[in-house]
């Protein structure tokens, strides 16, 4: 498994002024899996950002599929930050034959969120899914389409 770590910077700010968000991203050739790890607060540039940096490992590790761990991030999105990243992920659907699964925190709050963006996705013809548990969207992923 093949992995970097970067640390992201305050929308807007060219200077090393930190957020309290990391990014963990590892390659799993076993499973043929991209998995993507969040953590602290995620706002809509960020979240186009790394809609941005999936589409480029796709076009190193076709065929794979995508799992995002967002558990230990906080978000509260309007329904136009949705419609946003949603909007990005759909100017790269042509290349783009992945299942997308994200693990979720199970609250009430997120789960609200978490359905309407999954309507956006599927609007869009991504197969997508949203998970509490690691190893039942792992199952999801590497089963056969």
Same mark, same amino acid.
């Given at each position: 498994?093949? +992995?970097?770590?970067?640390?992201?910077?305050?929308?807007?700010?060219?200077?090393?002024?930190?957020?309290?968000?990391t990014?963990?991203t590892?390659?799993?050739?076993?499973? +043929?899996?991209?998995?993507?790890?969040?953590?602290?607060?995620m706002?809509?540039e +960020?979240?186009i950002?790394?809609?941005?940096e999936?589409?480029?490992?796709?076009?190193?590790h076709?065929?794979?599929?995508?799992?995002?761990?967002?558990?230990?991030?906080?978000?509260?999105?309007?329904?136009?930050?949705?419609?946003?990243?949603?909007?990005?992920?759909?100017?790269?659907?042509?290349?783009?034959?992945?299942?997308?699964?994200?693990?979720?925190?199970?609250?009430e709050?997120?789960?609200?969120?978490?359905?309407?963006?999954?309507?956006?996705?599927?609007a869009?013809?991504?197969r997508f899914?949203?998970f509490?548990?690691?190893?039942?969207?792992?199952?999801?992923?590497?089963?056969?389409?």
């Amino acid at each position: 498994m093949s +992995r970097f770590s970067a640390r992201s910077r305050k929308p807007g700010h060219g200077s090393a002024l930190e957020v309290p968000m990391t990014t963990d991203t590892k390659i799993d050739k076993d499973n +043929r899996v991209i998995h993507k790890t969040e953590t602290g607060e995620m706002f809509t540039e +960020r979240s186009i950002t790394w809609v941005r940096e999936l589409s480029l490992a796709l076009k190193f590790h076709e065929g794979y599929n995508i799992l995002m761990d967002l558990r230990e991030t906080e978000t509260r999105p309007e329904m136009l930050d949705l419609m946003a990243i949603a909007s990005e992920c759909a100017k790269l659907k042509s290349d783009f034959n992945s299942k997308i699964a994200f693990l979720i925190p199970n609250t009430e709050e997120r789960v609200k969120f978490a359905k309407l963006f999954k309507a956006c996705m599927e609007a869009q013809g991504f197969r997508f899914k949203q998970f509490f548990d690691h190893g039942t969207a792992m199952d999801w992923l590497t089963k056969a389409p």
